[in-house]
């Protein structure tokens, strides 16, 4: 079947985080299990099963806790708002953001010592600080190194990307009215609501 594009082009170089990325989850995989099955060896089944029952008991209670607290944040945000007042911002740097919370929870409620023992490494507030601020920063050069123009812009411009390397920008055009006869039966209806 031709489809008019030529077929003989050069290969795609796979990416260094898709080569090892999924090594890396293998071997980690493999390490768990191994220290599961020494900890088995020296304590018993029992212990294995009380260790991981006890780790996704804690890991749902962070999970809980860190979500109410956001609920509770959100509430006082949409209250400081409806009475005209400015919203108070989060001090950063307190280590008193959800998002680390709630994966040091996940952490924890994943079968395995070592993400237990990184769950609650998570948990500690110097060591959360320390990962936001280092994420916040990469997040910041990012941004910086990224071309100018807005998030809009993204949604605005198509690129098709042919197989020989050509990119051919172009513009999408939405008419919000339909095209055609304009009668009593053409006309918008809004959808019906229970």
Same mark, same amino acid.
């Given at each position: 079947?031709?489809?008019? !594009?030529?077929?003989?082009?050069?290969?795609?170089?796979?990416?260094?985080?898709?080569?090892?990325?999924?090594?890396?989850?293998?071997?980690?995989?493999?390490?768990?299990?191994?220290?599961?099955?020494?900890?088995?060896?020296?304590?018993? &089944?029992?212990?294995?099963?009380?260790?991981?029952?006890?780790?996704?008991?804690?890991?749902?209670?962070?999970?809980?806790?860190?979500?109410?607290?956001?609920?509770?944040?959100?509430?006082?945000?949409?209250?400081?708002?409806?009475?005209?007042?400015?919203?108070?911002?989060?001090?950063?740097?307190?280590?008193?953001?959800?998002?680390?919370?709630?994966?040091? &929870? /996940?952490?924890?409620?994943? *079968?395995? /010592?070592?993400?237990?023992?990184?769950?609650?490494?998570?948990?500690?507030?110097? !060591?959360?600080?320390?990962?936001?601020?280092?994420?916040?920063?990469?997040?910041?050069?990012?941004?910086?190194?990224?071309?100018?123009?807005?998030?809009?812009?993204?949604?605005?411009?198509?690129?098709?990307?042919?197989?020989?390397?050509? !990119?051919?920008?172009?513009?999408?055009?939405?008419?919000?009215?339909?095209?055609?006869?304009?009668?009593?039966?053409?006309?918008?209806?809004? *959808?019906?609501?229970?």
């Amino acid at each position: 079947m031709t489809t008019g !594009v030529p077929t003989s082009t050069a290969p795609r170089r796979r990416s260094p985080a898709r080569t090892f990325l999924p090594l890396a989850v293998a071997a980690w995989l493999i390490l768990e299990i191994w220290l599961l099955s020494l900890v088995a060896g020296v304590g018993g &089944g029992l212990t294995v099963a009380a260790l991981l029952a006890g780790g996704m008991v804690l890991g749902a209670v962070v999970i809980k806790r860190a979500g109410r607290r956001a609920f509770k944040n959100l509430t006082d945000t949409f209250q400081q708002a409806q009475q005209g007042v400015a919203p108070t911002p989060q001090q950063p740097g307190q280590g008193q953001g959800n998002g680390l919370t709630m994966l040091a &929870g /996940l952490l924890l409620m994943m *079968p395995g /010592l070592i993400s237990d023992v990184a769950g609650l490494f998570l948990l500690l507030p110097p !060591v959360r600080s320390w990962i936001g601020r280092r994420a916040a920063r990469s997040l910041e050069r990012k941004m910086a190194s990224a071309p100018a123009g807005t998030f809009g812009d993204a949604f605005q411009q198509a690129r098709i990307h042919y197989p020989d390397g050509k !990119v051919v920008q172009g513009e999408v055009i939405r008419e919000d009215r339909p095209q055609g006869p304009q009668g009593p039966d053409t006309a918008y209806r809004p *959808p019906l609501a229970p």
